[in-house]
């Protein structure tokens, strides 16, 4: 007996040296950038932003109940992706609240600039008065100067070299393209998007970030605001067609910065195979909604945004859609766990815990 539980110690102990080996090589920070789907709070700290979540339904499923400025009724992929990443809570804080309390070392665990509304163009959102991207990497390169100033720059370098790089947006400036009734030609558009992308990119690298997790373009023209342009409900097809093209030329963008640029790792999430996935098979993931908002009102409570009087459904975890254009809690956390450890069809060329490890 003795033996064997000897044997089983050793087993125990080596599984926790692994364990540890794993944590120890993962990221040590994670900087968050992007549109509403990863914001977790910036928002409500812009007194003029017109795109905001900091009032109920949402929140619902947070703790205490909390509108904490997230589109969710619960945490969002970008919590749940840091948990998965850094063993955290959920998602590094906003950078507008690190700014509010004083700039301080909590930073270099992780900041979130994430600002609802943006997108990938200087316009896309500008008359909402959000966060454009490239405001984004402008705070982010005060984060990185304040690192360097306190730890030296060698140790810095080294810091943000490790560090994971998450960034989901793109979705906007297509939305854009529809409502504003552009008329320059499509791959034109989507040229322009890549183009803003790598210059993105190249700012961060230059800045001394290396591991790139990207999130493409989600099937807009599922979203049930998009719905109800189409009478049938069925999706609006040609959005999800500008999705899937922005996601070929991202990939192709990726295979070449990856290239020239030494040292730069990324993983590219295919969130348009992973959402069209459940969209397919709704009863593998226990939804029995997946065309409906949750909270929201008129047809596919997709008529108007989630506000204190919306309807509000009860059985949150089988909705895909929390309101109009957002996914609900659980449909984050599903996101999140396929960007982490999904296989190749929906995360390529490696998933974001091979990148945190690399
Ligand atoms: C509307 O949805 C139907 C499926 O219900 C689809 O066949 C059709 O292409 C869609 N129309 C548009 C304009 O996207
Ligand atoms: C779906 O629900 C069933 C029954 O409650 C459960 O056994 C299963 O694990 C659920 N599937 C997922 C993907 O959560």
């Given at each position: 007996m003795m033996k064997t539980n000897g044997h089983f110690c050793i087993f125990v102990l080596i599984g926790i040296i692994l364990q540890i080996s794993v944590a120890i090589k993962a990221a040590p920070a994670v900087f968050v950038f992007g549109d509403s789907t990863a914001?977790?709070?910036?928002?409500?700290?812009?007194?003029?932003?017109?795109?905001?979540?900091?009032?109920?339904?949402?929140?619902?499923?947070f703790p205490y109940s909390k509108?904490?400025?997230?589109?969710?009724?619960g945490f969002n992929s970008a919590d749940f992706l840091s948990k998965l990443i850094m063993?955290?809570?959920?998602?590094?804080?906003p950078y507008l609240l690190f700014l509010k309390s004083g700039l301080n070392s909590k930073m270099f665990r992780g900041v979130n600039f994430a600002s609802g509304?943006?997108?990938?163009?200087?316009?896309?959102?500008k008359e909402l008065n959000i966060i454009s991207m490239s405001e984004q990497i402008r705070q982010f390169e005060t984060v990185c100067s304040l690192l360097k100033y306190l730890k030296g720059k060698d140790v810095a370098m080294k810091h943000l070299s490790k560090s994971l790089i998450a960034i989901s947006v793109g979705s906007n400036d297509i939305f854009g393209y529809f409502e504003k009734q552009m008329t320059v030609d499509p791959a034109v558009y989507i040229n322009s998007l890549i183009t803003a992308y790598e210059s993105h990119i190249n700012a961060l690298y230059n800045l001394g970030a290396r591991k790139f997790g990207i999130i493409s373009i989600p099937?807009?023209?599922?979203c049930p605001s998009q719905r109800i342009l189409n009478s049938t409900g069925g999706c609006f097809e040609i959005e999800n067609t500008f999705a899937r093209a922005f996601h070929s030329s991202l990939d192709a963008l990726l295979k070449k910065l990856s290239f020239k640029l030494p040292d730069m790792k990324y993983a590219l999430g295919n969130s348009y195979e992973m959402t069209i996935n459940v969209i397919d098979h709704p009863q593998l993931f226990n939804?029995?909604?997946?065309?409906?908002?949750?909270?929201?009102?008129?047809w596919l409570n997709a008529e108007k945004t989630c506000t204190p009087d919306a309807n509000l459904c009860s059985n949150r975890d089988e909705y895909l859609f929390w309101d109009l254009y957002h996914p609900t809690q659980y449909a984050s956390e599903l996101a999140a766990t396929t960007l982490y450890n999904g296989g190749k069809q929906f995360v390529a060329p490696v998933n974001f815990a091979q990148l945190a490890a690399c």
């Open positions: 914001d977790v709070g910036t928002n409500s700290f812009l007194p003029t932003a017109k795109i905001r979540a900091d009032f109920p339904h949402n929140g619902i499923d509108p904490t400025g997230r589109f969710s009724n063993g955290s809570k959920r998602s590094p804080q509304a943006s997108g990938l163009l200087d316009v896309t959102g099937p807009i023209g599922c939804f029995t909604s997946i065309e409906t908002a949750c909270c929201g009102k008129g």
